[in-house]
Structures are given as structure tokens and as C-alpha cells.
């Protein structure tokens, strides 16, 4: 009996065309909220299909370099509007693939259109500085040039956002791109692509492959004509792309893991501290890079800040993040599930003290779903492994400090270093956190969950290989100096 399938499948797009790959074999995505539905199938690509996607980005770089920013520009107007058009339907296939709720959703597609429209700007921005030579007959100046063919590499939490503050400007500045998404949302990325393929780029200007990670990802950052890679994921795999990166000596950019800090002085206002917290802590099920996992906690207000939080956290709502009302969404896959319970356990062995929480939720509806409740731990040491890894869930670690200096010492106690936040309405205080703290995003009474597309984006330490993103930040990655001298 033939089976009927009803979930959309997406394909490969590669030179202007969607094609199926060469293995003829697919890969499902469910919905983390009800395992039992399919969100839509896309490819399980080769290395053959990786190949000629390669190949169309490496026939398509010199007239796409030839083109010009302020054409190539004109594309991502038009992909940002149908972006826009397609807003509800690419918010909607979101949350249904990653679980995060509509509300955030919506969020972060409006700000996808938002980051084209930025990039799109930048075609009819300046390409160079003129510096005067000290041959007055001579004219000295820069010009921004290309990579050539660029890598994307992107994970499942921001499967809107992510993909587009790396494929704008890498287009926008005239590098032609194979673009891999992750597996758990790449119907989301498909959607997306099609907003780009519908805006009439050229062939071969934006490749897009999906199929796992470590046979196509692999082998798109070992390509022989390959001339950047922009990852952004977790850090065991970003290690390996550096590697592979940096034997070939191509250009790379590796933005991966937090385990970021925010600091609850004695002096804070308590109620905007609990708040950036619950926000940053859990909103998106704490599946942001720049979630808040340790809240370090100053003795003297350490009991009230405590009972705000757990009264605060009480009231979260879990469940399908399609359903109004609902505050926080499941796990965003099963893998994700087991990993949030194992380290939820070993804190609890490591002697932390669960106070509210983390239990998987399986009443009615939500047995079909990875739930967990919000999970807030105290008696935590700075060297327990829940202060120290990045759990990428639901999960707060209360941590208390005896001051300041103490407070600042335990946040940057970890390898990484993305975020960083503190309550305080001290001026000396946050002054001595902006000196102090080693992150790349630093957050004076605000969630350190926050981000505005036009300021640079990226971390310190082993949380990134220190360039950065988004903004002009991303003129630095995707583009190379040229200096050029003409004498008269
Ligand atoms: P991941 O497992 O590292 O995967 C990221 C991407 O790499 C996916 O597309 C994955 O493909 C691909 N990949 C896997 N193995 C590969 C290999 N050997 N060679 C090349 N590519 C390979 O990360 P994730 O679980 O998707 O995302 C969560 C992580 O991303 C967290 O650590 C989070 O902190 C980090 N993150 C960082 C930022 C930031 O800007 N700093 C932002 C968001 C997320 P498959 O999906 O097919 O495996
Ligand atoms: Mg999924």
C-alpha cells in the first residue's frame, strides 16, 4: 500500500533550482510540542549534492563581485518584503519546528526583515576610505573586496534570525553562499530561502543544502573552494570547524556557547532584577546563547530576591507555544530533553538544592510534548558542572556572593564569555562591572538575553573566535581590504 504523505517536502535549492538530492532519502522534522506531527521533510543531502552547490556559488562569484553593492542591494529589499508578506506562516512553521512561542516567533521573523532591510541600506553605503599618500601625486585608498564563496552554518534556535544576519551582509558585500542549516529546523530555513530564491537572485548566488551535519558540514568547510566559513553552534563542533578552517587557511568565525552571569547587587531594585531574570532565564524554554543560567546574588538581599523569583516563576505558563496564553514552550527536541533531566539530576547530585521545578511535565496534552517546568536551583558552587556548562534550557542557578568583588570574580569563573548583566543603581558598581567583567555584551539593569541588530554581536574567551557580528561589525568578517595606489 503506497502511504500518503501530506507534509510538505522541501528541497535542495542549488543554481536558481529546487532539486531532490542524489540520495533520494529525506530526513522528517516533528514538532517538539506533539511528537506525533510532521512540520515538513527536506533532504538527506551527499557530498555530490554539497559539490554542486559548491560549484554554483564558485561559477557565480565574479558576476555577482561584478554586479555591485548597490544592486546587490536592491535583491534584499525585495526579499525583506516577502519575508514580510510571509511573516505569519514562517512565525507559525517556527514555532511548530523549535517550539518557541508565536509571540517570539513573530519576533524574531520581524527581525529578519528588519536585518535585510539594514544589509539592503548598506548596498549604497561607503566601500572604502581615501588616506592620504605621502606622494602628493599619487591617490591612496581602500576598497572593500569579497571573499568569494562562504560557508553559513547555523543552529536550530534562531533558524530565522541567525541564517539572515549572515547571509545578508555576506551577500550585500558580493560573496556568493552554500548555506547548511541545522536539522531540527531546516523546514524554517527552507521558508526563508524561498523568500530569498522568490527575490530573483541570480543563479548559484545563495546555495542551500540540508542533511546532517557531519558528512555535508563537514564537507563544505573542507571544500577546496570554499574561502570562508561563518559558524555559529555549539563549541565541540565549532572546534573541529576551526581546525578544519584554519589547516586551509581560509577565513572563519565561530560564535558558539554562553553561560552567562547576571549580577543581583544589594543596591538593585529587586522587582526589574526578577524580571530580566524569568525573561532571560526562560523565555524561548532558556534556548538562547545568551540566556541567563547563574544569577549571582549579594548576601543582604539574597532571601527577597529569592522569594520574588520562585513567587514570579510559579506563574509561568508551559505548553504548545501555539496556544494564547501559554508563556514558555517545550524542549526543542527530544535530544535536547534528555540533556536538560541529565544535568538537572547531576546538580541535584553535586549537592545544589532544586527549589522550584524542573520536572518533565506529562499531564494530559503535554505528555505528547518535551516539557519541562522553569527550574530554579540555590546552594550552588561556582565549580559545579550546572555553573559551569551550558545546559541550554529552563534552568537558574542561584549563586550567592558576600559582595561585589566576589560577585564579579564568580561571574567570570567559566570559559566563556558572551553576556553579562547587573542590577545595580550604583554608578561606581556598574562602572567597575563594565571594566571587569570579560564579556562580549555587557548589560547594565537589563536581561542579558538582548540584542539590537546594528550594534556588534559576538563573545570573549571560548564563546567566540572574537570577531564579531551583525551591524557594520560584519563589514570586518565578510569582506577584505584592498588598498589601492594610483599614481598620476
Ligand atoms: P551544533 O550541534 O553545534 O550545530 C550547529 C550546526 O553545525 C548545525 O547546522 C549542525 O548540523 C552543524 N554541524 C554539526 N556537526 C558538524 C560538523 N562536524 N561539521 C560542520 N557542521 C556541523 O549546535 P546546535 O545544537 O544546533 O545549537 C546550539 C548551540 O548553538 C549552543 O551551544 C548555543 O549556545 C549556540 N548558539 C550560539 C549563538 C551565538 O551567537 N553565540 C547563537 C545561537 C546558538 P546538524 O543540525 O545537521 O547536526
Ligand atoms: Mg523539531
Known sequence: MQIEIKEKVYQNFINKEWVESGTK???????????????GIVQNSSREDLEHAVQAAHNAKKAWRRLGQAARGQFL?????ILEANLNDIAETLTREMGKTLPEAKGETARGIAILRYYAGEGMRKEGDVIPSTDKDALMFTKRAPLGVTGIITPWNFPVA??????????????????????EAAVTAAKVVECFARAGLPAGVLNFITGSGSVIGQALIDHKLLNAISFTGSESVGEGVAKSAAARGIKFQLEMGGKNPVIVAKDADLDAAVEAVISGGFRSTGQKCTASSRVIVESDVYDDFKEK??????????????????WMGPCASESQF????????????????????GEALTRGELKKGYFISPAIFEDVKSEMTIAQEEIFGPVIALIKAINLEEAIAIANDTKYGLSASIFTSNISSFLE?????????????????????????????????????????????FTAIKTVFIKG
Open 162 to 183: 541567525i541564517p539572515i544576519w549572515k547571509i545578508a551582509p555576506a551577500l550585500v558585500y558580493g560573496n556568493t553562499v552554500v548555506f547548511k542549516p541545522a536539522s
Open 338 to 357: 534528555n540533556t536538560v533531566k541529565k544535568y538537572i539530576e547531576l546538580a541535584k547530585s553535586e549537592g545544589a538544592s532544586l527549589v522550584y521545578g
Open 433 to 477: 562591572f563594565i571594566d571587569e567583567i570579560e564579556a562580549g555584551l555587557v548589560r547594565i539593569n537589563a536581561e542579558s538575553a538582548g540584542v539590537e541588530l546594528q550594534a556588534p554581536f559576538g563573545g570573549m574567551k571560548a564563546s567566540s573566535t572574537g570577531s564579531r557580528e551583525q551591524g557594520e561589525a560584519a563589514k570586518e568578517f
Open 309 to 326: 523569583l520562585v513567587a514570579e516563576t510559579k506563574k509561568i505558563t508551559v505548553g504548545d507555544g501555539l496556544q494564547e496564553g501559554i
Open 77 to 81: 529589499y525585495k526579499a525583506a518584503n
Open 25 to 39: 532519502e529525506s530526513i522528517k522534522s516533528f514538532n517538539p510540542a506533539n511528537k506525533d506531527e510532521v512540520v
